[in-house]
């Protein structure tokens, strides 16, 4: 099946600080998905972005399908930043999502 | 905006007791889906299920494990069962259309095998 890695693992950060997060992913996908996931364990849903760059407020993402990609970047990181981030995808040929490992993020005041 | 609601938010079971997870799925989907997360691991794809029938299910949904949409609004994932490897945050999702489109994930039910 398809593999999907994320960089980095942990990542630390002051209140204010830029960050960006990395998903490379092995095959060829029609569908790929960015989580928060809170500290109450939900997953919030941040972008659909199979291909192209979207913004939402201090966030924003870029996939590019061609080169198996995916990079989402937070800007002026605030405390409740915090939290695991998803990236996951379908391949072309499927329809369930298959997550990567994840990256925690701790944004510190 | 709809919202996919999961019940209950958290289940203590005893190894071997049957638990059934309830999900409403978000009212114009067609596609529903129900993933787990171990504690600290990440998040796993269990079954999907469109027109009344599963489409696709990973090698953890064993015999052991059953769903249903009993009617036009719930969709249940039973586990007939529990043993303590079942314990996890359970997921049910839900989507609009085939192929491209956003799936939409429900809180979760903690389910606590002991």
């Known amino acids: 099946g398809i593999q999907v890695e994320q960089s980095p693992p942990d990542l630390i950060l002051q209140e204010g600080a830029n960050s960006t997060l990395r998903c490379n992913f092995s095959?060829?996908?029609?569908?790929l998905q960015w989580f928060h996931q809170n500290p109450w364990g939900q997953l919030i849903n941040l972008f659909y972005?199979?291909?192209g760059t979207k913004q939402n407020g201090r966030l924003s993402a870029t996939t590019v399908a061609t080169e198996r990609y995916s990079l989402l970047y937070i800007s002026s990181s605030q405390t409740t930043d915090s939290g695991v981030y998803f990236c996951a995808v379908i391949q072309t040929s499927g329809s369930r999502l298959t997550f990567g490992e994840g990256t925690q993020l701790t944004v510190n005041p | 905006e709809p919202e996919v609601t999961q019940t209950p938010s958290h289940q203590v079971t005893q190894m071997g007791q049957e638990v059934i997870l309830r999900c409403v799925p978000i009212?114009?989907?067609?596609?529903f889906y129900w993933y787990r997360q171990i504690l600290g691991q990440k998040v796993e794809f269990l079954v999907s299920f469109y027109n009344n029938e599963i489409s696709e299910k990973s090698e953890i949904f064993d015999d052991q494990f059953s769903v249903e949409r009993p009617d036009g609004s719930n969709f249940t994932l039973k586990i007939r069962s529990t043993k303590l490897e079942d314990s996890a945050m359970y997921f049910c999702?839900?989507?609009?259309?085939?192929?491209?489109?956003?799936?939409?994930f429900g809180p979760g039910t903690r389910l606590t095998v002991l």
């Open positions: 009212s114009n989907h067609l596609y």
């Open positions: 999702a839900s989507r609009r259309l085939g192929g491209t489109d956003t799936q939409y």
């Open positions: 972005i199979p291909s």
């Open positions: 095959d060829s996908v029609n569908n």
